[in-house]
T-cell receptor, first 114, second 115 residues
């Protein structure tokens, strides 16, 4: 399995500001994923981040709003830019790891935008 | 199109009862993976199982069991002798090998186990 940590675990931010969320994995992984879970909702994939290439965004998500970095095989960041209350969600990073390529999730970052 | 349907939004059962959570999926691919995750009130997502499309054998893990039926595109999850600690939201999910294993989640079933 993979042990994933995220920072911060939660934050309360003002409208119009930006927040960068960090995701650290205890082993080298090729693919990292960023998900959003809005209150009471399911998880929605934002983008896939592979080391050494641009992130691939899903429909409805754009790089200007959610820039992603992937500087090495154990770390990634997601920035939520120019935040509005609608961005209040849990943001989770995920990696594919293990013998069976299971997907493991970090503990999430709970973001509240006022 | 890729789709996961969990028709049961919320279920309540009394402790020690058995409960089955339904999951129906839709995919055009022959190679795909199905998952179940548990999200307790604390919010973390706990991996329960991953099953590939070529393995229809049912699986049992303690009080948990999964019934995979390709003929009906279903991957149902049963908890036997439920316990209060089983209270959580359970997500069924699907990924396709040719879509870089991106996981698509169902809307989840909120399970309440009443003491």
């Amino acid at each position: 399995s993979a042990v994933i940590s995220q920072k911060p675990s939660r934050d309360i931010c003002q409208r119009g500001t930006s927040l960068t969320i960090q995701c650290q994995v205890d082993s080298q992984v090729t693919m990292m994923f960023w998900y959003r879970q809005q209150p009471g909702q399911s998880l929605t994939l934002i983008a896939t981040a592979n080391q050494g290439s641009e992130a691939t965004y899903e429909s409805g998500f754009v790089i200007d709003k959610f820039p992603i970095s992937r500087p090495n095989l154990t770390f990634s960041t997601l920035t939520v830019s120019n935040m509005s209350p609608e961005d209040s969600s849990i943001y989770l990073c995920s990696v594919e790891a293990g013998v069976g390529n299971e997907q493991f999730f970090g503990p999430g970052t709970r973001l509240t935008v006022l | 199109a890729q789709k996961v349907t969990q028709a049961q939004t919320e279920i309540s059962v009394v402790e020690k009862e058995d409960v089955t959570l339904d999951c129906v999926y839709e995919t055009r691919d022959t190679t795909y993976y199905l998952f179940w995750y548990k999200q307790p009130p604390s919010g973390e997502l706990v991996f329960l199982i991953r099953r590939n499309s070529f393995d229809e054998q049912n699986e049992i893990s303690g009080r948990y069991s999964w019934n995979f039926q390709k003929s009906t595109s279903s991957f149902n999850f049963t908890i036997t002798a439920s316990q209060v600690v089983d209270s959580a939201v359970y997500f069924c999910a699907l990924s396709e090998q040719n879509r870089d294993d991106k996981i698509i989640f169902g809307k989840g079933t909120r399970l309440h186990i009443l003491p």
